[in-house]
């Protein structure tokens, strides 16, 4: 089974693994540019990279519907059982859990964390997942960081099939720094994220993607909200 990638809009994304389907940041009915309501999404994990509105606000919900457990912070995890989600993974900084399809372990990232009502949320993250024998590297909302080489580095040999960093600039790392972060995680394929739903996190996803190409780094492909890759 190949593995494919679907980016829904803003920050959030459908990996099927071939093995069940993980959502990562689900932001559907409130997302201006969401391909989809969060009533109509199967999956069968939810991973979450940090407490901001626009990567929980369907989160509740669709975890209770669909059941699929929640992998995310100590803190986010006591926030959903609160709201009676009975099935969370709670996890922090450097830890692995399995997955549907493989593995999932919770990476660094630079950025701020809490909870719409306020509550704290713990510190941010990002997500590498070793699934369906691929390699990706989700940053989550983050600045560059120079860790990003060592998240790159080959392991048994195999480094980073696909890296989805943020590229809107302001609340997360521009397009100049998101290039070299590519320089730094040295995937094969780079996929832009966390850009274009508003005005002021607004860019030109497809110059970014001729700059890296120019790199010669990897290869970087821009999608349309609803927009399915295969790996
Ligand atoms: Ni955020
Ligand atoms: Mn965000």
Same mark, same amino acid.
């Given at each position: 089974?190949?593995?494919?990638? %679907?980016?829904?809009?803003?920050?959030?994304?459908?990996?099927?693994?071939? /093995?069940?389907?993980?959502?990562? =940041?689900?932001?559907?009915?409130?997302?201006? %540019? !969401?391909?989809?309501? /969060?009533?109509?999404?199967?999956?069968? #994990?939810?991973?979450? %990279?940090?407490?901001?509105?626009?990567?929980?606000? =369907?989160?509740?919900?669709? /975890?209770?519907?669909?059941?699929?457990?929640?992998?995310?912070?100590?803190?986010? +995890?006591?926030?959903?059982?609160?709201?009676?989600?009975?099935?969370?993974? @709670?996890?922090? &900084?450097?830890?692995?859990?399995?997955?549907?399809?493989?593995?999932?372990?919770?990476?660094?990232?630079?950025?701020?964390?809490? $909870?719409?009502?306020? %509550?704290?949320?713990?510190?941010?993250?990002?997500? *590498?997942?070793?699934?369906? +024998?691929?390699?990706?590297?989700?940053?989550?909302?983050?600045? $560059?960081?120079?860790?990003?080489?060592?998240?790159?580095? @080959?392991?048994?040999?195999?480094?980073?099939?696909?890296?989805? *960093? @943020?590229?809107?600039?302001?609340?997360?790392?521009?397009?100049?720094?998101?290039?070299?972060?590519?320089? &730094? &995680?040295? @995937?094969? $394929?780079? &996929?832009?994220?966390?850009?274009?739903?508003?005005?002021?996190?607004?860019?030109? #996803?497809?110059?970014? #993607?001729?700059?890296?190409?120019?790199?010669?780094?990897?290869? !970087?492909?821009?999608?349309?909200? +609803?927009?399915?890759?295969?790996?």
């Amino acid at each position: 089974m190949p593995v494919t990638l %679907t980016w829904t809009g803003h920050a959030t994304w459908l990996i099927d693994t071939g /093995a069940g389907v993980l959502l990562i =940041d689900p932001f559907f009915d409130e997302c201006p %540019t !969401a391909s989809m309501k /969060a009533g109509d999404v199967v999956c069968d #994990a939810i991973l979450v %990279t940090h407490g901001h509105f626009d990567h929980v606000a =369907d989160l509740a919900a669709i /975890a209770k519907r669909t059941g699929a457990k929640v992998f995310c912070n100590w803190e986010i +995890g006591q926030w959903l059982g609160g709201q009676g989600v009975a099935s969370v993974q @709670p996890m922090n &900084l450097g830890g692995t859990a399995p997955v549907p399809g493989g593995t999932a372990k919770m990476e660094l990232a630079w950025h701020s964390s809490s $909870l719409p009502d306020g %509550t704290y949320a713990g510190n941010p993250c990002g997500w *590498l997942l070793d699934v369906g +024998g691929k390699r990706i590297y989700v940053a989550g909302d983050t600045a $560059l960081f120079s860790d990003m080489e060592r998240i790159g580095r @080959p392991r048994d040999g195999r480094g980073l099939d696909v890296v989805i *960093l @943020p590229i809107g600039d302001l609340f997360t790392m521009g397009p100049d720094d998101a290039r070299e972060a590519v320089r &730094l &995680l040295k @995937p094969r $394929l780079a &996929l832009p994220s966390h850009y274009g739903t508003w005005p002021p996190i607004e860019q030109d #996803a497809e110059a970014w #993607a001729r700059g890296v190409a120019t790199d010669g780094v990897a290869t !970087a492909k821009v999608l349309m909200p +609803g927009d399915t890759i295969t790996l």
